[in-house]
């Protein structure tokens, strides 16, 4: 809402840019998603974040990449997820994307938690906590469509 | 490619300990299921839950452990977390898990504070 040629705007916050970008591409197995978490925490490191951000990045990352192995990709070890790690200048982007669109079939990401008890009382599946876990963890979370399959895109900011 | 998950079981009824090793995921539901079996059989009335080797935990995994938590409850069997690194803590904490099973920094702490023999 600023003047456009007030001093402020005229010497804007420089709007924040890629510094780099990082590609894997994982075979659809438990246990590579542990590759995923490697990367996560060297990115999250060079763009700046602090250790227990680095460490949020990751989990998020592994949750994300299991999410997209299993739901989107069936365990297929032919599909491939592919994580693209996009360091910013404002922090970590990372995008998460499955073949089959597994993230359309989860429910719009919030951070509401599954009912504990419900779960430890046996009448709820125990499981489905990822999204719930990456959507605590990071700043932004959304789910946009991709030409291939769908894309789970997460951004921690650089404090 | 993922680190097997080990468990070991020791000290004396009623208050065991589970000594964790490796990776809690889904691939180490067995060996949990199996060490806190082995401690109910040892007529545990408690178990400290010790992830001081842990270096990874994914959900899948903590939902193997929420399982495990379920019947304990059943037999009242009491369980309480010892050792956990920051982030896990962290993660538990959201995940509520705290209010059934309480962590504690060490073994120690446990036996004090839960007034354990």
Known sequence: MSDATSPASAQPHSAPSVVARTELLLPSIVGWERVAMQAASATARLAGLPVDRVEDVQTAVCEATLNAMEHGNGFDAHRLVRVLFVTRTDGLEVQVEDERHAFFHIPPPSAQAPKLVDRLAGSQDARGWGLFLICSLMDEVEVVNAGRGAVLRMFARRL | ?117
């Open chain 2, 1 to 117: 490619m993922e680190d097997e998950l080990r468990a070991a079981v020791r000290g004396t009824a009623p208050t065991l300990v589970v000594d964790l090793h490796g990776a809690l995921t889904t691939l180490g539901s067995e060996v949990l299921e199996t060490a806190l079996e082995d401690a109910r059989r040892l007529a545990a009335h408690t178990v400290l839950l010790n992830f001081h080797d842990v270096d990874y935990i994914n959900s899948a995994g903590v939902a193997v452990l929420i399982r495990l938590m379920g019947r304990m409850r059943e037999t009242d069997q009491k369980l309480a977390f010892v050792e956990l690194q920051p982030h896990y803590r962290k993660v538990f904490h959201m995940m509520g898990l705290f209010q059934f099973a309480p962590v504690f920094d060490s073994e120690r702490e446990a036996i004090e504070t839960l007034q354990l023999s």
